[in-house]
């Protein structure tokens, strides 16, 4: 009965390597996010996808690419991964670009 | 602008009232969030307060907000060692229909036997 899930809960790779993460969400919510937490636990969002369409982007770089096939998910491709990309990443839901967001667990990205 | 800000540390001991505070700068804001972290866990949407409201109370949980001085609070009566953890408010900031938020440094909150 999981609202907001995310896979992988780990991942540790090299410099330089592509990864993905994937978060699904089973709220039949329209809108969801990604936010990224570093060291010092300051959260910002990255993006924001309504209906499968990108509605925030936050200034982040080109190496990070959204994915939304259906309303439900919303994966993150990281390409040529560098040090500073080691952080918590969450995904969230809303019902709509409005309402409250709610937050899934985190995945733990970790880059040497 | 966009900053919120919140003490960073909190220690109380089991069994008294803790008040988290947080300071924000958009007037527009129509929702502020408390969240709370667990150690290694994810963020758990704890309660919300439209702007047109001074306070809301649910349970131990009672959250005051002053809009002249854009002062945010949040008030754990009898606090236990399980509400340890860190506690994040959060704005709303509307923007051409839809909202993202905008998060506070987070209050880490020890709670002593």
């Known amino acids: 009965d999981t609202a907001v899930s995310q896979t992988p809960k780990y991942l540790v790779t090299q410099m330089g390597n592509d990864k993905s993460i994937k978060c699904e969400q089973n709220?039949?919510?329209?809108?969801m996010y990604w936010y990224k937490q570093d060291s010092k636990k300051f959260l910002k969002i990255m993006f924001s996808?309504?209906?499968?369409?990108?509605?925030i982007n936050e200034t982040v770089p080109n190496r990070f690419s959204p994915k939304s096939p259906d309303k439900a998910h919303l994966n993150l491709h990281i390409n040529s991964l560098e040090l500073g990309d080691s952080a918590v990443y969450f995904c969230?839901?809303?019902?709509?670009?409005?309402?409250?967001?709610?937050f899934g667990p985190g995945t733990r990205l970790l880059v040497l | 602008g966009e900053d919120v800000e919140q003490s960073l540390f909190l220690s109380v001991r089991e069994g008294d009232s803790s008040v988290i505070n947080c300071t924000y700068t958009?007037?527009?804001?129509?929702?502020l969030y408390w969240y709370k972290q667990e150690p290694g866990a994810g963020l758990q949407l704890l309660t919300y307060?439209?702007?047109?409201?001074d306070m809301k109370q649910d349970q131990r949980l009672t959250v005051l907000l002053n809009k002249k001085d854009k002062h945010l609070s949040l008030r754990i009566a009898d606090t236990q060692t399980g509400d340890s953890a860190i506690y994040f408010c959060a704005e709303s900031i509307r923007n051409t229909g839809f909202q993202k938020l905008v998060f506070g440094t987070g209050t880490r909150l020890l709670v002593s036997p």
């Open positions: 307060i439209f702007s047109n409201m």
């Open positions: 958009d007037s527009s804001s129509t929702y």
């Open positions: 969230a839901s809303s019902q709509d670009r409005r309402e409250t967001q709610y």
């Open positions: 996808y309504n209906n499968k369409e990108l509605i």
């Open positions: 709220l039949g919510h329209d809108t």
